[in-house]
C-alpha cells in the first residue's frame, strides 16, 4: 500500500512563501511522475506542478514563475516550493503520485492566504 503524506501548509500574508512536502512510502518512488494539484471551494482540483521520473517538470500558467516543484529521490520526497502567494492560491493542496494506470493520492494540506 502506497502511503502520500503532505505537510507544511498553512497560513501566510499575501506576498509570502511555503515549502510544501510529501513523503511517500515504498521503494519505487522515483519511478513516479509526482504532482501537486489543488482544490478550493466550489472547484474542481486542478493541476498546480508535476515533475516526472526523469526530472522534466510543468506548471500551469497561473503558477509559472512562482511555484517550483522538486524532488529528493534518497528522501522519497516531492517539494512544492510556493512564492509571491496570492490570496486565489488558497485552496488544499494535495500529492499526487502517478505510475502507469496506478494514481496514489495524499490527504491533502490547507493553504490560507490572507492578511
Known amino acids: 500500500q502506497v502511503q502520500l503524506v503532505e505537510s507544511g501548509g498553512g497560513l501566510v500574508q499575501p506576498g509570502g512563501s511555503l515549502r510544501l512536502s510529501c513523503v511517500v512510502s515504498?521503494?519505487?518512488?522515483?519511478?513516479?511522475?509526482m504532482g501537486w494539484y489543488r482544490q478550493a471551494p466550489g472547484r474542481q482540483r486542478e493541476l498546480v506542478a508535476r515533475?516526472?521520473?526523469?526530472?522534466?517538470?510543468f506548471y500551469a500558467d497561473s503558477v509559472k514563475g512562482r511555484f517550483a516543484i522538486s524532488r529528493d529521490n534518497a528522501k522519497n520526497t516531492v517539494y512544492l516550493q510556493m512564492n509571491s502567494l496570492r490570496p486565489e492560491d488558497a485552496a488544499v493542496y494535495y500529492c499526487?503520485?502517478?505510475?502507469?494506470?496506478?494514481?496514489?493520492w495524499g490527504q491533502g494540506t490547507q493553504v490560507t492566504v490572507s492578511s
Open positions: 499526487n503520485a502517478e505510475l502507469g494506470s496506478w494514481y496514489y
Open positions: 515533475i516526472t521520473s526523469g526530472g522534466n517538470t
Open positions: 515504498g521503494s519505487t518512488f522515483s519511478r513516479y511522475t
